[in-house]
């Protein structure tokens, strides 16, 4: 299994829908995770880091389930502008490393 | 807002020749990476450096990398003799006290 995983899509999805993407991991141990957002050709760009009771900004919410080991990330009336790579990102534990998933594509259709 | 630096944006090279990257750190944090993304590939981590010392390398940093922290404010990544298959966007992070890492805008290094 991998450390990290994602489900590459793309998802296409209209203005305005909501749309949900997940990331599972491998180590039950792993303490710290986040989400990063990637446009073709930049650097990542933290978009939240997720906490055990979940968080929400704007129309961002991040989710952690320890038990399936997954962490979710949804997006409420997407916007053109939200279209870009989704990267999910979690540390592996007693290490300094950082693992990334492949990245979730998102394109949002006017 | 302070932010991670890289030069150069662009680097092109020949086949053997040695590349230095250079990183600034956004200022008070204490924990430095460099990540490595092959085009249409996902970021791989390089190394993480922390009180003037490799603390992680991944198996992709093998003794053609190096990196150093020759002053107080620059972060290099040192590629002694390059690959074609080196070609790829690095891109170095800073991270302070909490958890979350920044990136810098990365640089294209283009191995002919």
């Known amino acids: ?107 949002v259709l006017a | 807002e302070p932010e991670v630096t890289q030069t150069p944006s662009h680097q092109v090279t020949q086949m053997g020749q040695e590349v230095i990257l250079r990183c600034v750190p956004i200022s008070n944090h204490l924990y430095f990476y460099w990540y490595r993304q092959i085009l249409g590939q996902k970021v791989e981590f390089l190394v993480s450096f922390y009180n003037n010392e490799i603390s992680e390398k991944s198996e992709i940093f093998d003794d053609q990398f190096s990196v150093e922290r020759p002053d107080g404010s620059n972060f290099t990544l040192k590629i002694r003799s390059t690959k074609l298959e080196d070609s790829a966007m690095y891109f170095c992070a800073s991270k302070g006290q909490s958890y979350e890492q920044y990136f810098g805008p990365g640089t294209r290094l283009t191995v002919t």
């Open chain 1, 1 to 107: 299994r991998k450390e990290v995983e994602q489900d590459p899509g793309p998802f296409n999805v209209p203005e305005g829908a909501t749309v949900a993407f997940n990331c599972t991991y491998s180590n039950s141990a792993s303490q710290s995770f986040f989400w990063y957002r990637q446009d073709c050709r930049k650097e990542p760009k933290l978009l939240m880091s997720v906490y055990s009771s979940g968080n929400e900004d704007g129309r961002f919410t991040a989710q952690l389930n320890r038990a399936s080991q997954y962490i979710s990330l949804l997006i409420r009336d997407s916007k053109l502008s939200d279209s870009a790579t989704y990267l999910c990102v979690v540390n592996r534990p007693g290490t300094y490393k950082y693992i990334f998933g492949t990245g979730t594509r998102l394109k």
